[in-house]
Nanobody, 125 residues
């Protein structure tokens, strides 16, 4: 069983930056990868970014490309999401997720096996 714990959310103004962290324990993910999703009120959970644990290759949703950066620290079993130039439409609960299988383009909720509890990000205009 794996546990994922997010941190780093908060209330910021448009244009500000935040860095989210997700610490994984209980299982190693070196062979596969992790991702970030977000869910705004009344909307479906949507893909934000993903990283393959072993080689560090990344993938981003078009809405955050160029503003968000996903990274990982293998020694700490932690994945990060650096969010710059935040916009009010980025407001949502952000979830960290981990996958235990190799997926070519892991952008859907069903691609992931473990989820964190979520952390709220609110961007005021």
């Amino acid at each position: 069983q794996a546990q994922l714990v997010e941190s780093g959310g908060g209330l910021v103004q448009a244009g500000d930056s935040l860095r989210l962290s997700c610490a994984a324990s209980g299982r190693t993910f070196s062979a596969y990868g992790m991702g970030w999703f977000r869910q705004a009120p009344g909307k479906e959970r949507e893909f934000v970014a993903a990283i393959r644990w072993s080689v560090g290759s990344t993938d981003y949703a078009d809405s955050v490309k160029g503003r968000f950066t996903i990274s990982r620290d293998k020694a700490k079993n932690t994945v990060y999401l650096q969010m710059n130039s935040l916009k009010p439409e980025d407001s949502a609960v952000y979830y960290c997720a981990a996958r235990t299988t190799l997926v070519v383009r892991p952008r859907t909720v069903s691609d992931y096996d473990y989820w964190g509890q979520g952390t709220q990000v609110t961007v005021s205009s």
